[in-house]
């Protein structure tokens, strides 16, 4: 049995953190929540040296020990618990060369707490083109800690971290660092008595415990008494104790940083980050860039993506082309062809525009882009009272609503932090891009406009169209939810650097195996239910149809292919699901859509990305076994009075409606997480339900 012990990684966010965390435990690393919070969880393990193995836990970034926000607060509490189920036995703090002044803050806070730390220097490269040499071994003399130097991206320096790791665990509770500040100096020797009270390992231990022991979880009520008391009997000013400690440590690394940290030029070198900022945050150039980049994204996902689809719309049209000539007619064929190959095909064709859509986020992502989108919308964002640090859980929502709801916990602001959930769903996000391209294929011509794509801007008009709207809402949500919180929007902004691309290829499989596996199963389970609602009916109502049409077979023995197309459309109509369809048939009609449209969308809401495995499987066993692509069909269709079912009026109708409409139970599942309660995730689904319903029915009557 291999010893074991338990790693912690703590720094600033983009420090590299998550880059190391990867690289100590490549697959084996699990994401769960925190025991009481919705935060994430990320841990592994990994073989520190021969029989010695160690498991590692990814706290969440934050800045210092006084924290701000959900996930700060959990960090907070891991690293000031002493019985907490993650209390590490080695803290490796990620340090940022190139910042290194303000990272030795949070790491010294983290030395006073009495675990042995390890600092793990990251981002060398960009210190180095600043002009910026740092001295390791004097550092390390003065931290008092090992200092190692690393590049996770590279795989660089893991070797030489091991082997700290292992030389500070053989080590023990030996190897925690002395006191970087002698805090009760400034404090008081008051702190003593709630160190020695609640068995707290240091005097900075508790000066935390006395400055938050009201939000602390693992506080016992006789606790916070002991130590209310213990207060009460001081003239002890948090504000003011925490300042001075600050400044404090800032003398302190100020006099480590100006002997061990030697810039090569007085003036920082002009790097190339900071010449494309000048471009790409500049209040004009910097949002017509922006939005080029989103207008590339969206043509991308017609253009890259026509080639792999065709071919496998061809390749599902070819299988049912043989599975139909190869099988005798019966329920089993029907089963196959028509239930489970269809539904089948409803997924796989999507497949390349998910990878397109997720290639494109993973390299803003990585080249450091994303967080510039932030700065730039924060002007935009106030004016509906948020700020930019609510546009990174919107933009995520196009990706998928369910992690950008989670990603509204890095807002410290509560109002704006709710505010942000109610609207994130607004978003498109990639299970509506089936439904928006199947319907743009059909409504909207393929034709160039001046060098575009027409169906390409139309698409990029309905994220859009999702993206004011959010903003809209969440102007009159601002005026409705009062509070006298108010927020500041204080972010770093990563340098750029060339993508991994590695990396990006990987997260494109990742999430086409998470679309296939998670949304497939939906759409197979739902195909499935659909054929068998679609294929039975009322034992009497088919019985009724069948003699109709085998005494009109005998009477016209000459139309019988025709009859046979007529028999079948009437089966269906007179099936379940034809049943369930005729009763909500009132409630869409002024909307321009028929029944089937209906069932669709009743089907969508466990997942918007149903509603092309539902009309795949309606359309299937709603006509003959041919090998026509599911557009084809859909193209195909007529009303009872001749006229196409899919006009510009009722295609647009519907795209607006897919544009709106709460339609994810996991979503709603994640804001009752979020929130603690029904009330909200009830209040959203109503409203978006509202708002798809009134702007179908305006869509409608202006494109008809």
Same mark, same amino acid.
């Given at each position: 049995m291999r010893p074991s012990f338990t790693i912690a990684l703590a720094g600033n966010p983009n420090s590299g953190k998550s880059s190391l965390f990867n690289s100590l435990t490549g697959l084996n690393q699990r994401v769960g929540n925190f025991p009481g919070v919705t935060v994430d969880k990320k841990t592994?393990?990994?073989?520190?040296?021969?029989?010695?193995?160690?498991?590692?836990?990814? %706290? *969440?970034?934050?800045?210092?020990?006084?924290?701000?926000?959900?996930?700060?607060?959990?960090?907070?509490?891991?690293?000031?618990?002493?019985?907490?189920?993650?209390?590490?036995?080695?803290?490796?703090?990620?340090?940022?060369?190139?910042?290194?002044?303000?990272?030795?803050?949070?790491?010294? #806070?983290?030395?006073?707490?009495?675990?042995?730390?390890?600092?793990?220097?990251?981002?060398?490269?960009?210190?180095?083109?600043?002009?910026?040499?740092i001295d390791i071994e004097g550092l390390q003399r003065l931290m008092g800690i090992p200092v190692v130097k690393i590049n996770p991206r590279k795989n660089k320096g893991i070797k030489e971290l091991k082997k700290v790791i292992t030389d500070v665990y053989k080590a023990g509770a030996h190897a925690a660092s002395k006191p970087f500040?002698?805090?009760?100096?400034?404090?008081?020797?008051?702190?003593?008595?709630? #160190?020695?009270?609640?068995?707290?390992?240091?005097?900075?231990?508790?000066?935390?415990?006395?400055? $938050?022991?009201?939000?602390?979880?693992?506080?016992?009520?006789?606790?916070?008494?002991?130590?209310?008391?213990?207060?009460?009997?001081?003239?002890?000013?948090?504000?003011?104790?925490?300042?001075e400690e600050i400044m404090q440590r800032y003398r302190k690394i100020g006099g480590i940083t100006e002997k061990c940290v030697v810039e090569n030029s007085p003036l920082k070198? $002009?790097?190339?980050?900071?010449?494309?900022?000048?471009? %790409?945050?500049?209040?004009?150039?910097?949002?017509?860039?922006?939005?080029?980049? @989103?207008?590339?994204?969206?043509?991308?996902?017609?253009?890259?993506?026509?080639?792999?689809?065709?071919?496998?719309?061809?390749?599902?049209?070819? @299988?049912?082309?043989?599975?139909?000539? %190869?099988?005798?007619?019966?329920?089993?064929?029907?089963?196959?062809?028509?239930?489970?190959?269809?539904?089948? /095909?409803?997924?796989?064709?999507?497949?390349?525009?998910?990878?397109?859509?997720?290639?494109?986020?993973?390299?803003l992502e990585d080249t450091g882009y994303m967080a510039r989108i932030s700065f730039l919308s924060d002007r935009l964002m106030r004016s509906v009272g948020l700020n930019g640090r609510s546009v990174m859980p919107l933009i995520s929502g196009m990706a998928c609503a369910v992690p950008a709801v989670m990603a509204a916990?890095?807002? #410290?602001?509560?109002?704006? &932090?709710?505010?942000?959930?109610?609207?994130?769903?607004?978003?498109?996000?990639?299970? &509506?891009?089936?439904?928006?391209?199947?319907?743009? /294929?059909?409504?909207? *011509?393929?034709?160039?406009?001046?060098?575009?794509?027409?169906?390409? @801007?139309?698409?990029?008009?309905?994220?859009?169209?999702?993206? %004011?709207?959010?903003?809209?809402?969440?102007?009159?949500?601002?005026?409705?939810?009062?509070?006298?919180?108010?927020?500041?929007?204080?972010?770093?902004? *990563?340098?750029? &650097?060339?993508? &991994?691309?590695?990396?990006?290829?990987?997260?494109?499989?990742?999430?086409?195996?998470?679309?296939?596996?998670?949304?497939?199963?939906?759409?197979?389970?739902?195909?499935?239910?659909?054929?068998?609602?679609?294929?039975?009916?009322?034992?009497?109502?088919? #019985?009724?149809?069948?003699?109709?049409?085998?005494?009109?077979?005998?009477?016209? *023995?000459?139309?019988t292919e025709e009859l046979e197309k007529l028999e079948s459309m009437e089966k269906l109509e007179n099936s379940y699901a034809g049943i369930m369809g005729k009763a909500i048939e009132p409630a869409i009609t002024p909307l321009g859509y028929d029944w089937k449209i209906g069932i669709a969308i009743i089907t969508s809401f466990a997942a918007r990305e149903v509603f092309v495995g539902t009309m795949s499987t309606l359309y299937s066993v709603g006509s003959d076994a041919s090998d026509d692509t599911v557009r084809e069909k859909m193209r195909a269709a007529r009303r009872p009075d001749g006229t196409p079912v899919y006009t510009l009026g009722s295609g647009v109708s519907l795209l607006m409606f897919y544009v709106f409409a709460m339609q994810c139970m996991s979503t709603l599942a994640i804001v009752r997480r979020e929130t603690g309660t029904w009330k909200y995730p009830a209040l959203q689904f109503v409203y978006m339900l509202g708002l798809a319903y009134i702007t179908a029915y305006i869509a409608f009557h202006i494109f008809s």
């Amino acid at each position: 049995m291999r010893p074991s012990f338990t790693i912690a990684l703590a720094g600033n966010p983009n420090s590299g953190k998550s880059s190391l965390f990867n690289s100590l435990t490549g697959l084996n690393q699990r994401v769960g929540n925190f025991p009481g919070v919705t935060v994430d969880k990320k841990t592994g393990s990994f073989l520190v040296a021969e029989k010695l193995q160690a498991s590692v836990l990814d %706290l *969440p970034g934050t800045y210092s020990l006084y924290p701000k926000s959900a996930d700060e607060q959990v960090t907070y509490e891991v690293l000031l618990d002493t019985n907490h189920k993650d209390k590490p036995d080695i803290i490796i703090v990620i340090a940022d060369a190139s910042n290194l002044r303000r990272n030795l803050l949070f790491c010294s #806070q983290i030395m006073d707490l009495g675990i042995p730390v390890i600092m793990a220097l990251t981002m060398n490269d960009i210190a180095r083109q600043k002009g910026i040499d740092i001295d390791i071994e004097g550092l390390q003399r003065l931290m008092g800690i090992p200092v190692v130097k690393i590049n996770p991206r590279k795989n660089k320096g893991i070797k030489e971290l091991k082997k700290v790791i292992t030389d500070v665990y053989k080590a023990g509770a030996h190897a925690a660092s002395k006191p970087f500040i002698d805090i009760e100096e400034y404090a008081g020797d008051w702190l003593q008595q709630i #160190q020695g009270g609640l068995e707290l390992p240091t005097g900075y231990s508790a000066l935390h415990v006395a400055c $938050s022991y009201k939000e602390l979880s693992f506080l016992t009520e006789n606790q916070r008494i002991i130590v209310e008391e213990i207060i009460a009997k001081t003239d002890f000013h948090k504000a003011k104790v925490q300042a001075e400690e600050i400044m404090q440590r800032y003398r302190k690394i100020g006099g480590i940083t100006e002997k061990c940290v030697v810039e090569n030029s007085p003036l920082k070198q $002009s790097m190339m980050s900071e010449r494309l900022d000048k471009v %790409l945050l500049h209040p004009w150039w910097g949002n017509l860039v922006l939005l080029l980049v @989103l207008f590339t994204m969206f043509q991308s996902i017609f253009w890259l993506a026509e080639y792999p689809m065709n071919w496998v719309e061809a390749g599902f049209g070819y @299988l049912t082309n043989i599975f139909n000539s %190869l099988l005798p007619d019966s329920l089993v064929k029907d089963l196959l062809v028509n239930g489970l190959l269809a539904g089948i /095909g409803g997924i796989v064709i999507f497949i390349p525009q998910i990878m397109i859509l997720f290639g494109f986020i993973t390299l803003l992502e990585d080249t450091g882009y994303m967080a510039r989108i932030s700065f730039l919308s924060d002007r935009l964002m106030r004016s509906v009272g948020l700020n930019g640090r609510s546009v990174m859980p919107l933009i995520s929502g196009m990706a998928c609503a369910v992690p950008a709801v989670m990603a509204a916990r890095t807002i #410290q602001n509560k109002k704006e &932090r709710l505010i942000t959930i109610m609207v994130t769903p607004l978003m498109s996000c990639s299970a &509506r891009l089936p439904v928006y391209t199947i319907l743009i /294929g059909l409504v909207i *011509p393929d034709k160039t406009l001046f060098i575009f794509n027409l169906q390409g @801007l139309v698409m990029m008009g309905l994220y859009l169209v999702g993206f %004011l709207m959010a903003l809209i809402v969440a102007k009159v949500m601002t005026i409705i939810i009062k509070t006298k919180e108010r927020s500041f929007f204080l972010m770093e902004l *990563p340098v750029y &650097r060339a993508p &991994r691309w590695n990396n990006v290829v990987t997260t494109m499989v990742e999430k086409a195996k998470i679309f296939v596996v998670d949304a497939g199963k939906v759409i197979i389970v739902i195909s499935l239910l659909l054929w068998v609602l679609a294929t039975f009916g009322p034992t009497e109502k088919m #019985q009724a149809v069948t003699a109709k049409y085998e005494l009109a077979k005998k009477q016209h *023995p000459g139309q019988t292919e025709e009859l046979e197309k007529l028999e079948s459309m009437e089966k269906l109509e007179n099936s379940y699901a034809g049943i369930m369809g005729k009763a909500i048939e009132p409630a869409i009609t002024p909307l321009g859509y028929d029944w089937k449209i209906g069932i669709a969308i009743i089907t969508s809401f466990a997942a918007r990305e149903v509603f092309v495995g539902t009309m795949s499987t309606l359309y299937s066993v709603g006509s003959d076994a041919s090998d026509d692509t599911v557009r084809e069909k859909m193209r195909a269709a007529r009303r009872p009075d001749g006229t196409p079912v899919y006009t510009l009026g009722s295609g647009v109708s519907l795209l607006m409606f897919y544009v709106f409409a709460m339609q994810c139970m996991s979503t709603l599942a994640i804001v009752r997480r979020e929130t603690g309660t029904w009330k909200y995730p009830a209040l959203q689904f109503v409203y978006m339900l509202g708002l798809a319903y009134i702007t179908a029915y305006i869509a409608f009557h202006i494109f008809s």
